[in-house]
């Protein structure tokens, strides 16, 4: 096992951890201010990516297409959030957690309708090779494009939580609603910016996802369960909970999966083992979460003081 093989599955990680905040961070926001379990929040994500594959092969240009689509995902999320999820928020969970999964099924029909059950997006030409970090060592240059443009988004959220008026605004519902509520705050208008932010972030994530996971029908389902874990890791409502929790579990999921059948491979036959693995990986997030629950039952950093 050689350092480089370490180092080149850390910037992997590293990448999954942040497209996996973009995820969660949205998600955390609108379940810790809204109060709402929103399941069709990878359905964002898919129309995101959808909508980045249409808007590149339109204009011929990556970055523009990506540009395009982000604020026409955050649209979509407003008016989906203004026509049909505001009357969901005086229900109970178990009502939100049934319209919201019958909205995913709905979505997923409706972009099968549209577009078919895939598109393809293709990394830019530019970005299509290997960099060289230092000698010996080649990294794909479009996941370092990806791990810039996540750290980038992250400080920006960052930035917008914790020093504008309207991040104050969010933290203060996040930490309590009803209390801001009494304070004069607009709900119903900061509800409506959380949830297009969020579906910008997931755009964001599903457009620079697109080449390397491929832009299909229901691609949001399995990574919104993974987002959930972060979550409920990070601290409900706490977007640094959020990144704290993306970036441990996407080390933790991708150092597994890389390093797990090699271990595995001592002990079992190459086949199993590399079968196993992967497994154990996905076993090893969830172990994680139940320990750091057992440790924290809020969550690392709870948002609700």
């Known amino acids: 096992m050689s350092g480089i093989l370490i180092l080149e599955q850390t910037l992997n990680g590293l990448q999954f951890g942040l497209m996996l905040f973009l995820l969660a961070a949205g998600l955390t926001l609108v379940f810790g201010i809204m109060d709402m379990i929103n399941l069709a929040h990878g359905s964002l994500y898919m129309l995101g990516a959808f909508l980045a594959a249409t808007f590149v092969s339109l204009t011929g240009s990556f ?22 999820l505001r009357r969901l928020y005086a229900r109970d969970h178990l009502s939100q957690v049934l319209a919201t999964f019958a909205l995913i099924l709905v979505l997923n029909e409706a972009v099968r309708i549209v577009w078919g059950t895939d598109l393809p997006l293709a990394a830019p030409a530019a970005l299509s090779g290997p960099v060289e970090i230092f000698p010996g060592m080649l990294y794909s240059s479009y996941r370092l494009v990806i791990i810039a443009v996540g750290a980038a988004a992250a400080g920006l959220l960052y930035f917008g939580v914790a020093k504008t008026r309207v991040g104050m605004r969010v933290r203060a519902g996040a930490s309590n609603r009803e209390m801001a509520l009494a304070m004069g705050a607009d709900i119903p208008r900061l509800f409506t910016i959380v949830f297009g932010i969020a579906a910008g972030l997931c755009a964001v994530a599903g457009a620079l996802l697109g080449p390397i996971l491929a832009v299909q029908v229901g691609m949001g389902e399995n990574i919104l369960i993974v987002a959930f874990v972060v979550i409920v890791i990070g601290g409900i409502g706490s977007v640094r909970g959020a990144l704290v929790g993306s970036l441990i579990v996407g080390m933790v999921d991708t150092i597994g999966r890389a390093f797990l059948p090699i271990a595995f491979g001592a002990f079992l036959p190459p086949q199993l083992a590399s079968a196993a693995g992967p497994a154990a990986a996905s076993v090893l997030v969830y172990l994680l979460m139940a320990v750091i629950l057992y440790v924290r039952p809020q969550g690392l950093f709870p948002a609700r003081g």
């Open 63 to 84: 970055a523009l297409g990506v540009l395009i689509a982000v604020p026409a995902t955050a649209a979509l999320g407003m008016l989906l959030e203004v026509s049909l």
